[in-house]
């Protein structure tokens, strides 16, 4: 089980209170087109930490404790967090414990069969997205009692299993977000669209369906990604700058900001001193 200053995607720790456990899977064969790994994340002292924009949406199923998020509602034991383009954080309690499905950057909408859009900068109760509040009771239930972390894990995948069925990628998308991403978002969208076969209205318009996020926004996305991989590499940040991609160190620091709401030796200073 890794330690809460272990990198795990998204997630950087703030204005420590020390001592998180996480413990990560990965899916069944039949869930990974559309799930890259589960996380079992535990709280053993009260704190507050940051979630840094991703390319992928998570669900999270709460079986202990109280998680309160940045408008100070509690969090819904089961909840669905769409791509969000600002930080944003979290408050849990001492005891707090969560299942976090990580989806794959299309697999929400495959599993989901709804536009990924209307999810952006929101956490939203799976109960209403689902509409079986039922089933979800009962999961939540059996989580709270369920012997181990892995028999935790196995009744998250039965949920997700259960509405799997005949459940299909949208290739060209899948294939775009391959592009922009053995690209290190270094890549013109109106190539993309070329290179894929779209005109430029299609792609966007099925990207944000089937994504969550216009193609440039989720290239921004892909290069913070890269931005945060170069950093824990030991990379400077004029080294950053240009392996990210920026032309220079101006334009980097606006669009780091833009996203965490700090500058770049702001934030990674603050997250080194926790």
């Known amino acids: 089980m890794a330690r809460k200053n272990d990198l795990v995607r998204g997630y950087y720790p703030i204005f420590t209170m020390s001592n998180i456990n996480i413990l990560t899977q990965t899916p069944c064969v ?3 087109p559309f799930v890259r790994r589960f996380l079992v994340v535990e709280s053993t002292t009260a704190h507050r930490d940051a979630h840094l924009p991703d390319t992928g949406l998570v669900a999270a199923f709460r079986f202990q404790g109280d998680c309160r998020l940045d408008s100070g509602l509690q969090a819904p034991r089961a909840a669905l967090t769409g791509l969000w383009d600002t930080v944003r954080t979290h408050v849990h309690s001492q005891d707090h414990a969560v299942v976090i499905v990580s989806f794959t950057t299309t697999g929400a909408a495959a599993w989901l069969r709804q536009p990924l859009h209307e999810f952006a900068n929101t956490t939203t109760d799976l109960a209403a997205v689902l509409g079986d509040s039922a089933q979800l009771d009962q999961l939540h239930d059996n989580l709270a009692t369920a012997a181990n972390h892995e028999q935790r894990i196995r009744l998250v995948e039965d949920l997700l299993l259960s509405h799997a069925d005949n459940r299909q990628l949208d290739l060209a998308i899948a ?8 690209a290190q978002a270094m890549l013109r969208i109106e190539d993309l669209a070329q290179e894929i076969g779209l005109s430029q209205s299609a792609l966007e318009r ?10 440039r926004k989720f290239a921004s996305l892909v290069r913070l990604k890269n931005v945060l991989k170069l950093h824990a590499r030991g990379a400077d940040l004029t080294t950053i700058a240009h392996g990210a991609g920026y032309y ?9 900001k833009r996203f965490t709401g700090l500058a770049p030796g702001s934030f990674f200073a603050r997250s080194s001193a926790n």
Request: aromatic share 10%; net charge neutral; with cysteine.
């Open 30 to 32: 039949a869930l990974q």
């Open 175 to 182: 294939g775009a977000v391959a592009l922009i991403e053995q």
């Open 206 to 215: 099925r990207f944000r369906c089937h994504v969550g996020v216009s193609p």
């Open 248 to 256: 220079d160190q101006a334009h980097f620091i606006k669009d780091f």
